[in-house]
């Protein structure tokens, strides 16, 4: 059983830092903020999941950093965005592994999109100093595909439904979250 | 009916036509299938019917009941009846499939969907078609095996109940029981809806031994060189496109 940490944020600047001795999930909702994080994975064994999503509206940045102290430890981060408007929205997405720590793996997942023609940029940087870890990045920054659209219109929906539905989607996409923990976030959906 | 009115079709920003002179009209009832080569635009039609972002009708009309469509978005299209089954659905994570369904409905029906009356329906549909009810509550065909995404669709066609029902490439995918299970609830659903219309795009006889056409058509080189019965879908099976075309000669209608 993970160890499950809620973080909503809205309108502010923050910086969190956590160390994980435990296996650990942390949701982190995000409405026009500018965040730093920075986690150390200090216990052998231990895996972090991270889901990050986020609003935006005006320029701002999301940061993270996450350093596997140790061997066998495994780092899995989803950083989904909107940019909404036609604002900056920048994600510098950091995964280390010193040489000391072997087998590990640590991975991202990062994807913005841009309701208009904001400008967003996505860094995933991965630093690594060890030949057996296992380790991947995806980032994509754009419209919703097409291909996505089409199908649900195919089925009936109207533009504005088929986007409604993509966006709950892209958003809230875990199963297992608790939503009573994230009702700030999910009216600030509704109004986009 | 579905009337395909000489069409000249082409990829957006490519003047290249991809169907020429298409013409073929579907009955209300009737079960066409059509056939071809790899490339001979099978599934460029079924797309182009249903207007999908990537190509244009450049000449000729699409009509249902006399009434051009082609001015129409795709979720208007759907709204008149079309329903196209897709050869490879599109995965959409994040979105549940109940979720889906439900506002699919809501905007086909134009009515408030009832929760209760909507999960009784689907846990019925879902039985006929043999799919785990868990597979409601999961991302919109993520995970899905090609077997399950097929019978999806099925399930789909049975929530929003269309009038002109487009299968291209049903088949594809399919092992011979869930070809059989996907097959038994189409011609049910004809059964209890006898306006139904349905065009067939398929590489194999096997599917139409299931639906039975009333009529078999070859597309080739962007129209339609050769109408028949579901003979020619054999003969086709048999001696292969070729021959077919040098043994008939052009056909350029329905």
Do not use: W
């Not at chain 1, 900056?88 to 087998?103: A, R």
């Not at chain 2, 329903?83 to 959409?92: A, G, R, S």
Request: one cysteine or more; aromatic letters at 8%.
């Amino acid at each position: 059983m993970s160890k499950v940490l809620y973080v909503v944020d809205s309108n502010e600047k923050k910086k969190y830092q956590y160390n994980i001795t435990e296996d650990t999930i942390i949701y982190h909702f995000s409405i026009n903020s500018s965040c730093e994080v920075d986690i150390n994975l200090v216990t052998e064994g231990v895996t972090l999941y991270y889901y990050y999503n986020n609003i935006n509206y005006d320029n701002n940045r999301f940061s993270i950093k996450v350093t596997h102290l140790k061997n066998h430890t495994h780092s899995e981060l989803f950083n989904h965005g909107v940019n909404v408007g036609l604002k900056k929205l920048d994600y510098y997405v950091d995964g280390i592994v010193p040489k000391t720590s072997s087998e590990c793996v640590c991975n991202q997942e990062n994807q913005i999109i841009n309701l208009k023609n904001g400008k967003s940029t996505i860094c995933p940087i991965l630093l690594i100093d060890n030949y057996d870890v296992d380790s991947n990045h995806g980032a994509y920054i754009g419209k919703f595909s097409e291909d996505k659209l089409f199908y649900l219109m195919s089925r009936g929906l109207t533009f504005e439904e088929a986007n409604r539905l993509l966006l709950n989607g892209f958003l809230i996409n875990m199963d297992s979250v608790d939503l009573n923990e994230i009702r700030l976030f999910i009216e600030e959906i509704e109004k986009i | 009916m579905l009337e395909i009115k000489n069409i000249r079709c082409s990829i957006i920003d490519d003047d290249t036509p991809i169907l020429e002179n298409l013409s073929l009209t579907i009955h209300d009832g009737e079960v066409h299938a059509i056939m071809g080569p790899n490339g001979a635009g099978k599934s460029t039609l079924a797309k182009a019917i249903m207007g999908h972002y990537k190509y244009q009708i450049t000449a000729g009309d699409i009509c249902i009941d006399e009434e051009s469509i082609l001015h129409l978005t795709v979720d208007e299209r759907a709204k008149k009846g079309l329903f196209l089954c897709m050869q490879d659905p599109t995965v959409i994570e994040g979105v549940s499939n109940s979720e889906f369904l439900r506002t699919a409905r809501g905007s086909i029906t134009g009515e408030k969907v009832n929760l209760y009356t909507f999960i009784k329906d689907m846990e019925t549909a879902m039985k006929d078609v043999q799919l785990d009810s868990s597979m409601l509550h999961r991302s919109l065909n993520q995970g899905f095996s090609g077997g399950e995404k097929k019978k999806n669709e099925i399930l789909q066609l049975k929530c929003l109940k269309p009038k002109y029902i487009l299968l291209d490439e049903l088949d594809s995918g399919l092992d011979v029981d869930s070809l059989r299970i996907v097959c038994d609830n189409i011609n049910q659903y004809r059964h209890d809806n006898p306006d139904t219309s349905v065009l067939i795009i398929t590489h194999y006889p096997r599917i139409l031994e299931y639906l039975k056409p009333d009529y078999v058509h070859i597309l080739k080189d962007g129209y339609i060189q050769k109408s028949g019965g579901i003979d020619l879908a054999f003969e086709v099976e048999e001696s292969g496109y070729t021959n077919i075309h040098a043994a008939s000669g052009d056909e350029k209608s329905e």
